[in-house]
């Protein structure tokens, strides 16, 4: 028997566009609802700098075009997915870290594309 491990990366497109119900929220739905129909599990890894990112501008009352809160649509479904077995790791990119939410887009930095520009050089002895 061979084993097939199944991953999705739950983030916006690499250059921060797209609509966080239309490409994250709805085709994640329908994956999911694909696994549980044929008990699958798959890992889904949470790009976390992203999240925090749009959790940062919805909190400062920016709706980024949204009618709905993103942050409760996304914490429903990563919590949903744990809940049903599913396995949900951590995932960055580190052009996220000082990202800026400006003209109605976001402002990737991406002189912080690899994640040891971002770590101290000391970070192990921490």
């Not at 916006?12 to 239309?22: A, C, R």
């Not at 929220?25 to 994956?31: D, G, L, S």
């Not at 990119?93 to 912080?112: G, I, R």
Request: charged share 30%.
């Amino acid at each position: 028997m061979k084993n097939l491990i199944l991953t999705l990366d739950y983030e916006l497109f690499g250059d921060g566009t797209g609509d966080v119900f239309k490409d994250l929220i709805e085709p994640t739905k329908q994956i999911l609802h694909v696994c549980e129909k044929h008990d699958i599990k798959v890992t889904i890894f949470f790009e976390a700098l992203e999240y925090d990112k749009i959790k940062e501008e919805w909190n400062k009352g920016n709706k980024m075009g949204f009618n709905e809160s993103p942050i409760d649509a996304i914490e429903n479904q990563i919590r949903t997915a744990a809940l049903a077995g599913h396995d949900i790791q951590l995932h960055l990119h580190p052009q996220w870290a000082n990202a800026k939410y400006a003209n109605d887009k976001w402002e990737l930095d991406f002189s912080n594309w690899r994640l040891g520009i971002i770590l101290p050089k000391n970070w192990t002895e921490q």
